[in-house]
């Protein structure tokens, strides 16, 4: 069945050639513009077209292209008659004498096999046809002893000649069998190779005269996009930080893009242009609220990416649905994200699979992806798109209708200033009226292989206050803690950020410019230049009995010394019981100069402390309570 339908395929594309004689064109790409998810190409040509009805096949587009978003337009003296589109396979017919070749070099093993068989089974009657010539009992006369001698010489001879043939062709046999096996196996695989598909857009037009005409083509295509990715760096405490952006391209859409002008947009095409509306919240017993959206806890997400066979699979694509975070797994199939606060589902997706999206509810998240069979047969086109996003179907004159395109309105965005390093490609930053849009003047090669080309966009100098973080109670160590400001300004999209103190990486976070806070928090690791010591005073930290109660006296004492060569701020906290219970009672002996927030017990201190300095504070605090009753305190 596999042979009868690249035979037909085969058939049906050399009528096709043969009966309409239509002109195949490849056109250039011009530009392309790359989506969160997806991207848009533009292509042009040039052709030279004789007067009168023809048609014109622009062939070599993705197989993922959405044909519903595809816009013709025709400069010159002439009329658009129609458009259709239609997949092709181009290297079937290649494919077809490849299996062809393969059959045959099958059937020539197996009639070889054959052959030899036959050699065996007339060896075997000769060899029968011997032993019973030799045979004594058959003989009818007395022989002499002379020629008994001479016939068994001869007979042995003979047996000896037609076993060795015999064992020539037994092994003979076994190598044809190896063989038969090897080109079955070769001719397996050439029949299950999945074919080339292409899109290929006919367009039929008819011309008054001959003359030139300019063709320009645009289409969203699928299985291309780009992530955002971030370098944070703190020199020093006393400078400002340094913000490197990044943008991670990759395209799996059958086309490789050679030095192309690429513009990167914030818009994602396949989000829905539908605005939500409320539910009636109908209230009954055993009915629940409506439900739009849910909360998830900060949070990474590691995992490995396998097909139906446990066969890891590189280079699919991991996105955290709704944004435009997202990663690539690894040669091994293994991806690592991190998900901001409001993230509850990923979604996966890999070229000739399905595509699945996964609801996340720990730490780990393995995914198998289930083939497509008909991914390159059936392209399902679901793209959406924006009225003013995408211009006309067509322009120019389309079977007597004049149809224009709308042109988008761009808005400079305000220049940053740059961090004066090594030098980055030339980027134009606009914000359009849906997102913001990086034109990369320099221009890529970006192929069709899965593999993601990293390119810096943007690279800033952000105000930042630095200070150190100490909970004793909890981690002896302090902590530096960044707060960058002025980043409203910088057309920033919720990505990963890699966290760097003092060139040394401190790890990963999250930067979110849709929080509703002015600053960016960074936490940039531990610093063993503060240090920290937290010891109980046994001497003053005694319990005593009263007539119907019990105190409990707790001490503290907290030893802090900076011996890092410049001033540093510190926010050291601590922490008294709260009590809940109306017999239980907490009073406070001793802050050293400490705020109190009454509600939840913390003590906080805001030191500056000079190069060398120490300082100690005590923490002192009673707790009564009744005597028949034991309580625990810390």
Not at 184 to 207: C, F, G, M, N, Q
Not at 240 to 246: F, G, I, T
């Amino acid at each position: 069945m596999k042979i009868k339908g690249l035979l037909m395929i085969a058939a049906l594309m050399v009528s096709t050639v043969v009966c309409a004689q239509k002109e195949k064109v490849t056109a250039d790409v011009n530009h392309v513009t790359i989506f969160t998810n997806g991207a848009q190409v533009e292509r042009s040509k040039t052709l030279n077209l004789l007067a009168g009805e023809q048609t014109v096949v622009f062939t070599g587009l993705s197989p993922y292209t959405d044909v519903k978003s595809m816009q013709l337009k025709a400069y010159g003296k002439l009329t658009v008659l129609s458009i259709n589109h239609r997949y092709v396979h181009p290297d079937s017919l290649q494919q077809v004498k490849r299996l062809k070749d393969a059959e045959q070099r099958v059937k020539s093993v197996i009639d070889k096999s054959k052959e030899v068989r036959a050699k065996k089974e007339v060896l075997e009657a000769q060899l029968a046809m011997v032993q019973t010539n030799c045979s004594v009992g058959n003989r009818t006369a007395v022989t002499p002893l002379a020629g008994i001698k001479e016939l068994n010489n001869y007979y042995s001879q003979e047996l000896l000649s037609l076993k060795k043939q015999m064992i020539a062709l037994d092994e003979e046999l076994i190598s044809l069998d190896e063989e038969r096996v090897r080109c079955e196996e070769t001719r397996d695989s050439i029949a299950h190779l999945k074919l080339k598909t292409v899109t290929e857009i006919e367009v039929k037009v008819d011309l008054p005269q001959a003359g030139r005409v300019d063709f320009n083509l645009t289409y969203y295509v699928k299985n291309a996009g780009w992530f955002p990715t971030y370098d944070v760096r703190a020199l020093a405490i006393n400078q400002p930080m340094q913000l490197s952006y990044k943008a991670n391209v990759f395209q799996n859409t059958k086309e490789d893009w050679h030095k192309v002008p690429v513009t990167l947009s914030s818009a994602n095409p396949n989000r829905s242009t539908i605005a939500p509306e409320l539910q009636t919240y109908w209230l009954d017993y055993g009915r629940r609220a409506p439900r739009y959206d849910s909360e998830m806890k900060d949070s990474g997400v590691s995992g490995i990416v396998t097909d139906e066979k446990g066969d890891p699979i590189a280079g699919a694509l991991v996105q955290v649905k709704g944004s435009s975070l997202g990663t690539v797994t690894d040669f091994n199939g293994r991806y690592s994200i991190t998900l901001p606060r409001d993230a509850k589902s990923l979604q996966f997706s890999f070229i000739g699979y399905i595509s699945q999206t996964h609801n996340v509810h720990g730490p780990s998240l393995n995914v198998s992806l289930k083939e497509d069979v008909a991914s390159l047969q059936e392209v399902v086109a679901t793209g959406s798109h924006s009225k003013k996003r995408v211009k006309g179907i067509l322009e120019g004159r389309v079977a007597g209708v004049d149809v224009k395109a709308e042109k988008a309105v761009f808005v400079e965005a305000p220049a940053m200033e740059m961090v004066e390093e090594s030098q980055m490609v030339a980027v134009q930053e606009q914000k359009a009226q849906f997102g913001y849009e990086f034109e990369i003047k320099q221009p890529l090669t970006i192929l069709s292989d899965g593999k993601i080309t990293t390119t810096e966009i943007g690279r800033y100098q952000l105000p930042a206050t630095y200070q150190y973080k100490g909970i004793p109670r909890a981690d002896k160590d302090a902590f530096l803690v960044a707060d960058a400001t002025d980043w409203q300004q910088l057309s920033l999209l919720e990505g990963e950020a890699n966290v760097y103190f003092e060139n040394s990486f401190v790890g990963k976070s999250i930067l979110d410019p849709t929080q509703p806070s002015d600053t960016l928090h960074f936490s940039l690791g531990r610093d063993n230049g503060i240090r920290i010591q937290r010891t109980k005073v046994s001497e003053k930290s005694v319990r005593r009995l009263l007539a119907s109660s019990q105190e409990q006296n707790m001490t503290w004492r907290i030893l802090v010394k900076n011996t890092r060569k410049e001033t540093v701020n510190l926010l050291l906290q601590d922490q008294i019981p709260v009590s809940r219970n109306s017999d239980i009672s907490v009073t406070t002996e001793e802050l050293s100069g400490g705020t109190l927030n009454k509600e939840q017990g913390i003590v906080s201190w805001q030191l500056q402390l000079q190069p060398g300095e120490q300082r100690e504070l005590i923490l002192q605090y009673k707790v009564k309570y009744p005597k028949s009753r034991k309580l625990i305190v810390e």
